[in-house]
């Protein structure tokens, strides 16, 4: 039999050859983000995805097939991640009134990007153990909008995530600044009636009362409209549209800019 010594000796001799494979395939992965950003495509090709986990399920009759496309499904995560930071280095924002589909789309974008989600009320829920109504209720607007503005400091420092900011987060222009200095502000937006229909009968939006009443929803909407397009590097409507149909609308719009700052940038050199 061999020795222990004997078969780590072989392991360390695999790994090397999986490690100069990987180094290889991650040095293609980098040339077919550069053909994406040329292409306007996306980063995310599930179809792409199943094709190669299905190549791999047939070709390789192995009885390790289950583990081998866990294997190959890890590693198409993290070429998204590294195609992603190089597409878009930088934080992506999203910002806009509340039921717009913060969350919801964030969590895609970070599922598609392989970047973490930072949702900013969530953050300030878990520090401070306790929710956002009870913060309202207890401390009051002027506590939360200080935690929030603590929040947004901490997070826009950390590494390239998708951060979801609440509905309030761009009215003050110090956030803002944090915000624009790190990221690209995309600002979700929905009418009256889908942010009513979308938010109705929630407690944990002490804003909105309930969110029962669609004139209160229009009017916070307009008081706020100039701050939020202000702020917003683009603009996506949600209305009547899946979840999916605005997260690719996001990558495009962003993929779109990249090319639009490429090009000037180009021009001006
Ligand atoms: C607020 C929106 C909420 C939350 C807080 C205040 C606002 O976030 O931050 O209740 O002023 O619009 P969502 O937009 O994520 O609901």
């Known amino acids: 039999m061999e020795s222990l010594e004997e078969l780590r000796r072989q392991i360390d001799q695999c790994d090397k050859e999986l490690a100069d494979a990987f180094c290889r395939r991650m040095a293609v992965v980098e040339k077919v983000a550069a053909c994406k950003r040329g292409g306007g495509l996306p980063v995310f090709d599930p179809v792409r995805e199943e094709t190669v986990l299905e190549a791999v399920g047939t070709k390789y009759d192995s009885e390790y097939r289950s583990e081998l496309q866990d294997f190959f499904a890890s590693i198409m995560r993290i070429s998204r991640g590294y195609q992603s ?6 934080h992506i924002v999203l910002i806009g009134f509340m039921g717009t589909g913060k969350t919801s789309v964030g969590k895609m974008l970070s599922d598609w990007l392989h970047r973490p989600f930072v949702d900013l009320d969530e953050m300030i829920e878990t520090e401070e153990g306790r929710s956002i ?28 995530a998708v951060l979801s ?3 309030g987060a761009v009215l003050r222009l110090d956030n803002v600044e944090l915000l624009q200095a790190s990221g690209r502000l995309v600002l979700l937006e929905a009418t009256p009636d889908t942010v009513k229909e979308r938010v ?16 209160d929803i229009r009017r916070l909407m307009e008081m706020r409209k100039r701050a939020y397009h202000n702020a917003a590097d683009t603009a996506v409507q949600t209305d009547d549209r899946s979840v999916e149909e605005v997260a690719e609308e996001i990558v495009d719009r962003l993929l779109e800019m990249g090319s639009a700052a490429e090009s000037s940038k180009e021009q001006s050199t």
């Open 133 to 160: 109504g009870d913060i309202f209720a207890a401390d009051g607007e002027d506590e939360f909008r200080r935690l929030e503005h603590e929040a947004i400091r901490r997070h826009t420092g950390g590494r390239y």
């Open 200 to 215: 109705h009968g929630g407690e944990e939006r002490p804003v909105l009362h309930g969110g029962n009443d669609v004139e």
């Open 165 to 167: 900011c609440g509905g």
């Open 85 to 90: 930071r190089q597409l878009f280095p930088y």
